[in-house]
């Protein structure tokens, strides 16, 4: 064997593995107290005018942990590290040191709570009716609804200071300190809890928390609609929606929310790959040796970033600064017929504008995509939502069959071929929906790896950034669907942008579009009398009765495969056979 290459079959033999690892985690509890009251009155204006007003009050409440563990990220602290209170940054500004992890219950943050409390939270609502004749009438509403303080995986759980690793690492040549034996020689590092130690050892590397003070998010909603009763049996309404949404919460890659708030200000790429060079390092010696900004020398970029003394990144957890507007058309039309029969079919129109998507995408297939790249230009990400539906259509049904005894057609046929054709029921759901757009992602630039761009799950180095569009590009491919799934739009439109230069490409592209929805599902069933207080009923139900594949988003991606789709979102048909005897 060479020397100092080493043999895994031989280490393995005497159990001498090239590193180990563990992560000690501390139990958490959770808790938090709010609290609502709402009045409402109904007041009858005129015999045709009806109005309800109402309004709410709430206090929604904070998450606070039963020992303290947890920490919080105060942005404009003051910070000294050893002797260091500002320095020289490579521009020639000097720059104060500010922005502390800071412990609930502490000096720098004495309350229990991640966040401050909300007081003056109103809530109110208010709806409209009026009656043109004794067939119509004309309806508006309008309202303020408040999210909760925590609309996603969050809470003291997740803070920094209820985990510790430990790694111990075998090198070739070097001491044997691991062993399968004895993995931790040395002991494993405890989670420090409620420790302003705990909290120091954040420093120089990364940190994830809320900001204490916050606006909380909410909604306003409002609505108009005509109802018109035609004959007896038929109802129809065509309504207009809207709604805003303000101080929603900025989506991630996991199943939570984050904000980059340690990307490096955009005034500073111009500098190009001058970013990348070494420079004397003015916290040597007062952040950890190992950490990125330890050394004598760092990179002129990473003290141009808003937070040098936690270089792997600071993810604001619940940072609401984003919004969203929709707008509707609405229409509905319901006929009822004789043999308790109904026929219901309803059609939207609408638009979904946002700056931020759901916390979690993954569950409709567009996770780690849509997501912020730039924080310093929110107005940038202001695309069409990627759960931007534009058209909607949907019917269902409802009918006994008017064959067999007592019934229109049939009626005197004899017992034992009624027992087979009459009675039966059928019903069924049609739903036809235009496909959901599109978010593309480009592969990870110097600017994303090392300076903050694009939104990480946590730290520096997985930033999502999008791809650069060739501006006069045509995005579109022809052929039917089953031939556009080896290449849903023209992918040679979208190339990578450089090291560090974010892409051009939209958050999300309302001009590509995955696949929509056609589905049919249908059910049949009949009841037996079989005895006096005896029943027997059959169902049968299929669904997706044409077995059409639902494709699912191709991959989005910069690479081989962006554009091709490779799986299918809905299931194969499935038929349900089921017997039901009653007595």
Known sequence: IPADTGNALASFMLGIPSSTSTTLFLPTYSFMHNYGLFVEDTYQATPDLTITAGLRWEQPGSLS??????????????????NVSSFTNPVGATVPLKGVAALVDSPLHPS?????????????????AYRFDSKSVLRAGYG????????????PQLSSLTRSATTNQNSVGGAIGATVANPFPTGVSPALGHSQTGVNNLLGSGIWGRGPDQPLGYSQQWNL??????????????????????????ASPYTGSGLQLNQIPDQYLSMGSDLLTPVPNPFYGVLPAGSVNGGTTT????????????????????????????????????KRFSHAGVIQAAYTWGKLISDTDNTSAFLDG????????????????????????????????????????????????????????????????????????????????????????????????????????TAGCSKSVSGNRLVRSQQWFNTSCFTQPGPFSFGNE????????????????????????????????????????????????????LGPSMGIVTHQSSLPRTVQLALRFTY
């Open 299 to 334: 990179l002129k970029g990473r003290l141009l970033m808003p937070y040098p003394q936690y270089p792997l990144g600071v993810l604001q957890q619940d940072a609401r600064i984003a919004a969203s507007d929709y707008n509707a058309l609405q229409a509905n039309v319901t």
């Open 366 to 469: 567009q996770g780690g995509t849509g997501l912020v790249q730039d924080h310093y230009n929110i107005k940038a990400e202001k695309s069409v939502s990627q759960q931007d539906i534009r058209h909607n259509f949907v019917a269902n049904y409802g009918l006994d069959l008017p064959f067999g005894h007592s019934q229109m057609y049939l009626s005197h046929i004899n017992g034992v071929t009624n027992a087979f054709v009459g009675g039966w029921r059928v019903n069924g759901i049609t739903t036809l929906r235009s496909g959901v757009p599109i978010a593309l992602t480009a592969n990870p630039n110097t600017l994303s790896e090392d300076f903050g761009g694009g939104t990480p799950g946590f730290g520096i180095g997985s930033g999502i950034i999008r791809p650069n569009y």
């Open 506 to 557: 939209p958050r999300v592209d309302s001009g590509l579009r995955a696949a929509g929805v056609a589905n049919f599902d249908f059910s049949a069933n009949k009841s037996f009398d079989i005895a006096e207080k005896a029943k027997l009923k059959f169902s049968g139900e299929i669904f997706d009765l044409f077995n059409h594949p639902q494709f699912a988003e191709p991959n989005v991606g």
């Open 65 to 82: 942990e039963e020992h303290n563990i947890d920490a919080v990220f105060v942005p404009n602290a003051p910070l000294t590290l050893g």
């Open 112 to 128: 229990r709570r991640e966040e401050s409390l909300h007081w003056k939270i109103f809530s109110p609502r208010l709806g409209v």
């Open 225 to 250: 609609a005509l109802e018109r009763t035609f004959g007896g049996s038929s109802t129809a309404s065509l309504a207009y929606a809207g709604s805003k949404g303000t101080h929603l919460i900025i």
């Open 144 to 155: 303020i609804s408040f999210f909760p303080s925590v609309l996603d995986q969050d809470g």
